[in-house]
Antibody, heavy 125, light 112 residues
Framework: QVQLQQSGPGLVKPSQTLSLTCAISGDSVSSNSAAWNWIRQSPSRGLEWLGRTYYRSKWYNDYAVSVKSRITINPDTSKNQFSLQLNSVTPEDTAVYYC???????????????WGQGTLVTVSS | DVVMTQSPLSLPVTLGQPASISCRSSQSLVYSDGNTYLNWFQQRPGQSPRRLIYKVSNRDSGVPDRFSGSGSGTDFTLKISRVEAEDVGVYYC?????????FGGGTKVEIK
């Protein structure tokens, strides 16, 4: 059974960097069939896919256009986890952030079958 | 990008009665392999989303058979044959055919 355990601060100041980590058990971040995603949820934006990292002989990253200039998702093979960094945050980045296991790679079809518990991140001074 | 539109926004249902949620996509969700990558998720209060249905009509492991999915092309439906108290929550459709993946706005199911 795949489990995703999120960690990270719940409060970030405007203009600073939001950082979250998702620890994986029951699968590998280096899996050749999975993709590791970050998704956020807010009343104004609903469920919004942010980006992913996946391994297909080498590492790939894909990011949503809305955050592409500010986001980095990195795998950590030594700890079997992956992370999210979102720079220059504003109050509009306040949301519940989820990590999720997905399928596919490149332009292959995608779905999300396992989700982390969610982390409410508030951007406020 | 593909836009997913759900209706209704809110669905009050009597326990034991059926419920139906509609999802419409702005483009056909049929992929080049012939499959349609339309998913349904349930989000109970205070919980993470949980996938119920994938590829239009395939139930995930552990999902009660009172949940069923149907549809094709751009029009899809999630049905609950007899609503139980544990079904209260928000239901989302999500398309995975086109890049980037996209979710509908959600339908809140509540008990009358």
């Amino acid at each position: 059974q795949v489990q995703l355990q999120q960690s990270g601060p719940g409060l970030v100041k405007p203009s600073q960097t939001l950082s979250l980590t998702c620890a994986i058990s029951g699968d590998s971040v280096s899996s050749n069939s999975a993709a590791w995603n970050w998704i956020r949820q807010s009343p104004s934006r609903g469920l919004e896919w942010l980006g992913r990292t996946y391994y297909r002989s080498k590492w790939y990253n894909d990011y949503a256009v809305s955050v592409k200039s500010r986001i980095t998702i990195n795998p950590d093979t030594s700890k079997n986890q992956f992370s999210l960094q979102l720079n220059s945050v504003t109050p509009e980045d306040t949301a519940v952030y989820y990590c999720a296991r997905g399928t596919g790679g490149g332009y292959d079809p995608s779905t999300f079958d396992y989700w982390g518990q969610g982390t409410l991140v508030t951007v406020s001074s | 990008d593909v836009v997913m539109t759900q209706s209704p926004l809110s669905l009050p249902v009597t326990l034991g009665q059926p419920a139906s949620i509609s999802c419409r996509s702005s483009q056909s969700l049929v992929y080049s392999d012939g499959n349609t990558y339309l998913n349904w998720f349930q989000q109970r209060p205070g919980q993470s989303p949980r996938r119920l249905i994938y590829k239009v009509s395939n139930r995930d492991s552990g999902v009660p058979d009172r949940f069923s999915g149907s549809g094709s092309g751009t029009d899809f439906t999630l049905k609950i044959s007899r609503v139980e108290a544990e079904d209260v929550g928000v239901y989302y459709c999500m398309q995975g055919t086109h890049w980037p993946p996209a979710f509908g706005g959600g339908t809140k199911v509540e008990i009358k």
